[in-house]
């Protein structure tokens, strides 16, 4: 009996030292991750840092021949790289720089190849292109930066119920919404690094003293997306009326997610009408050279076959 005890008891101190051992290994596995991840993002925000400066001094002799002169055009393109993720100091001055390279660049390119290989082209046709190269260089930052801004957008709204939930839960644990967002914007770097920074922005600044109805105006500011525009409202609303903000949360992140699978369904029901076009390009020829090639050759052959007339 006493040997059983003595068993039972020394099974339950290995269990409990073990827990503990194992308990104190991952955190500091995660605290050896978590210094390796920052460490990391430390050295990529360094070398992107330098990499942009090199761009913005290769470029900045540009950039006075297509700055705007007022300062609403401009505040407009920086909302619009802003949105695109790019918030610096120097992204409107590599976007107006590449604006005005391009538009020099492309013609220069275009006129040298006419000069160079001699083809047979009028002057006036060669000068046509080259201004229709300048036009295509000056707007080409502007179609790849609203691209940038549709791929942002589709990657926030993919990922924005996953957020409200984890909002949710947070302030249901008895967290307040300041807290509640720091700490959804760190869990959420490991599946949206867009949606991460966007949190982590808006916790900078309500730490930095911004009112909170200001803060998530920022915030849907810089997304552009009509549902955080919803969002913030009913934030706002919550916390002026003192309503529940979990179940408004909950309520708005179920109706984002059927119109998640309402977009979904559409672009599925588009699928039929955007393969009509390669399958008259590509499968009917074959097709038709399948069917009608074996009739097209007897067809040849009976009319060599024929005797020529007298």
């Known amino acids: 009996m006493i040997v059983a005890i003595l068993i039972l008891l020394f099974m339950a101190v290995g269990s409990m030292t073990w827990l503990l051992i194992s308990r104190v290994l991952d955190r500091k596995i995660d605290e050896r991750l978590n210094q390796i991840m920052d460490s990391a993002k430390q050295t990529q925000s360094i070398d992107r840092a330098q990499r942009v400066s090199a761009i913005e001094a290769f470029l900045q002799p540009f950039v006075k021949w297509s700055m705007p002169t007022t300062e609403s055009q401009a505040s ?3 909302i619009t790289l802003s949105q695109a993720g790019y918030r610096s100091n120097s992204s409107i001055v590599v976007f107006y ?4 390279f391009f538009a020099i660049s492309l ?3 275009y006129l040298i190849i006419l000069a160079i290989t001699g083809f047979g082209v009028t002057l006036l046709s060669s000068l046509t292109g080259a201004v229709i190269l300048g036009g295509a260089g000056y707007y080409l930052p502007n179609l790849i930066l609203h691209r940038l801004v549709r791929s942002r957008q589709r990657e926030l709204f993919e990922n924005f119920p996953d957020a409200l939930d984890l909002l949710r839960i ?6 307040g919404l300041d807290s509640a967002i720091q ?5 959420l770097r490991f599946k949206s690094r867009a949606m991460a920074e966007d949190f982590q922005l808006l916790n900078l600044e309500l730490r930095a003293g911004l009112s909170k109805g200001q803060a998530l105006r920022n915030l849907a500011l810089r997304t552009g997306l009509k549902e955080v525009n919803a969002l913030v409202a009913m934030l706002i609303q919550s916390e002026k009326f003192g309503t529940s903000v979990s179940e408004s949360l909950r309520v708005h992140a179920d109706s984002l997610r059927v119109q998640r699978r309402m977009r979904a369904q559409e672009q599925a029901a588009k699928i039929p009408v955007k393969l009509t076009v390669p399958m008259i390009l590509c499968t009917f020829p074959a097709l038709f050279v399948v069917l009608l090639g074996p009739a097209v050759l007897n067809i040849i052959r009976a009319f060599m076959a024929l005797p020529a007339f007298p």
């Open 76 to 78: 407009e393109v920086r």
């Open 97 to 100: 720089g590449c604006k005005s």
């Open 107 to 109: 013609p220069l390119i």
């Open 170 to 175: 947070c302030i249901s644990a008895g967290l």
């Open 183 to 187: 700490r959804v914007g760190e869990q």
